[in-house]
T-cell receptor, first 118, second 113 residues
Framework: GAVVSQHPSRVICKSGTSVKIECRSL??????MFWYRQFPKQSLMLMAT?????????EQGVEKDKFLINHASLTLSTLTVTSAHPEDSSFYIC??????????????FGEGSRLTVL | AQSVSQHNHHVILSEAASLELGCNYS??????LFWYVQYPGQHLQLLLK??????LVKGIKGFEAEFIKSKFSFNLRKPSVQWSDTAEYFC???????????FGKGTRLHILP
């Protein structure tokens, strides 16, 4: 099946620093990628929808200046958590939709990135 | 706005028991519906999906789900569960005109051997 790779899988940083998480679709083209945040024992909360070559669409309550999303190519999207604080500690998951699948295409998920801000 | 509600947060069953996990969504337009599973220590993977046609959808590992439009429901079923079905199950909805996929809060399923 299609593979989505996230890197890094774990990152620990100091408060105030910025962290970049990469999401790559390895064997398909993804016009749309989604970034989710998962709190312990809770569901995935959609943060933003990222379309290749255009600005991301953020969900209500998600600070776009804090969570910078760039979808530079059909196989790569990045999430940068700027000036991270302990409350940003979470599990961030990206997913990608196969361009060939259109609206009916399933989402393929990355392994997730656990961010811990000290 | 779309929303997805999963009624059971934690379900415990014995092996061979039948399973039904409830999922309701709120959205008036055309939707695609999904069930995803997350096994311990693994990433999310698709169990099954509905986008048109036969409302009874069969997925992997013996799972099936039925889309009942009048009830805005997409319940997941399996006639006889196995210990290896222990996982967290997420229902998700995609409003076609919206393109984004919204997840329910998940149901943690624990199968006793």
């Amino acid at each position: 099946g299609a593979v989505v790779s996230q890197h890094p899988s774990r990152v620990i940083c100091k408060s105030g620093t910025s962290v970049k998480i990469e999401c790559r679709s390895l064997d398909f083209q993804a016009t749309t990628m989604f970034w989710y945040r998962q709190f312990p024992k809770q569901s995935l909360m959609l943060m933003a929808t990222s379309n290749e070559g255009s600005k991301a669409t953020y969900e209500q309550g998600v600070e776009k200046d804090k969570f910078l999303i760039n979808h530079a190519s059909l196989t790569l999207s990045t999430l940068t958590v700027t000036s991270a604080h302990p409350e940003d500690s979470s599990f961030y998951i990206c997913s990608a939709r196969d361009k060939a699948g259109g609206y009916t295409g399933e989402l393929f998920f990355g392994e997730g990135s656990r961010l811990t801000v000290l | 706005a779309q929303s997805v509600s999963q009624h059971n947060h934690h379900v415990i069953l014995s092996e061979a028991a039948s399973l039904e996990l409830g999922c309701n969504y709120s959205y008036g337009g055309t939707v695609n519906l999904f069930w995803y599973v997350q096994y311990p220590g693994q990433h999310l993977q698709l169990l099954l999906k509905y986008f048109s046609g036969d409302p009874l959808v069969k997925g992997i590992k013996g799972f099936e789900a039925e889309f009942i439009k009048s009830k805005f429901s997409f319940n997941l079923r399996k006639p006889s569960v196995q210990w290896s079905d222990t996982a967290e199950y997420f229902c998700a909805v995609n409003a076609r005109r919206d393109d984004k996929i919204i997840f329910g809060k998940g149901t943690r399923l624990h199968i006793l051997p």
